[in-house]
């Protein structure tokens, strides 16, 4: 006999994100959606800090983890989601770390849905130092939904789908950001 394991609650897991334990955004079909969405400014704590002085590369992802974690809320995805059996995973990432953030530094993380279908959300983060408005990082994620007790992939039900549609259609008049769709490749001159 096979056991199909739900993701650990809360309570069984060591990681914690900052939003863990609050409830989905509730969604109002008539209320704006802003393009990008901006919805964590977190300030960088000693913690992410490495012994270059800096922001270490892996806080950036962690950075923009809690952002992803914030989005899934705003558009109804939280614990009592999850719970049901369903959630969203992270297939792909990739970040450009620009410049260095640094201890006490806060954060102006905004996030651009670029594309999804009934299984796929393409997103795009950017990570501005408050302060001086300097472009810091880029993120860029394809997340999958998923069926956690069958173990794969599954379209998302219809009303979380309306709206992603709804957040794709608002950001649909933002300008593609530059770093969206790179590769990693070393550039050689082909003469």
Same mark, same amino acid.
């Given at each position: 006999?096979? @056991? ?6 809360? !309570? @069984? ?12 955004? %509730? ?10 969405? /901006? ?16 922001? !270490?590369? $892996? ?8 952002? $992803? ?9 939280? @614990? ?39 299984? +796929? ?9 408050? @302060? ?17 007790? %069958?173990?794969? !992939? ?10 992603? /549609? ?5 950001? $649909?008049?933002?300008? /593609? ?10 550039? +050689?001159?082909? !003469?």
């Amino acid at each position: 006999m096979t @056991e199909n394991r739900i993701a650990p609650s809360a !309570s @069984e897991h060591g990681l914690r994100t900052p939003l863990e334990g609050t409830g989905a955004a %509730a969604w109002d079909p008539a209320a704006p959606i802003p393009a990008p969405l /901006r919805l964590i400014s977190p300030t960088v704590p000693s913690e992410w800090v490495d012994y270059n002085g800096h922001m !270490s590369e $892996s806080c950036y992802l962690l950075a923009f983890g809690d952002q $992803s974690d914030a989005f899934f809320r705003f558009v109804g995805i939280d @614990e009592a989601y999850r719970d049901a059996g369903h959630s969203l995973f992270t297939v792909q990432t990739m970040i450009f770390n620009l410049a260095e953030a640094h201890l006490g530094d806060r954060l102006d993380l905004s996030l651009q849905l670029l594309d999804a279908d009934d299984k +796929r959300l393409h997103i795009f983060h950017t990570m501005h130092n408050a @302060e001086t408005g300097d472009l810091l990082a880029t993120g860029e994620q394809m997340l999958v939904h998923v069926d956690m007790a %069958a173990g794969r !992939s599954a379209p998302m039900p219809e009303d979380l789908a309306t709206r992603v /549609r709804a957040v794709l259609a608002a950001h $649909s008049k933002l300008e /593609r950001p530059a770093q969206a769709g790179r590769n990693i490749a070393i550039r +050689r001159d082909r !003469s």
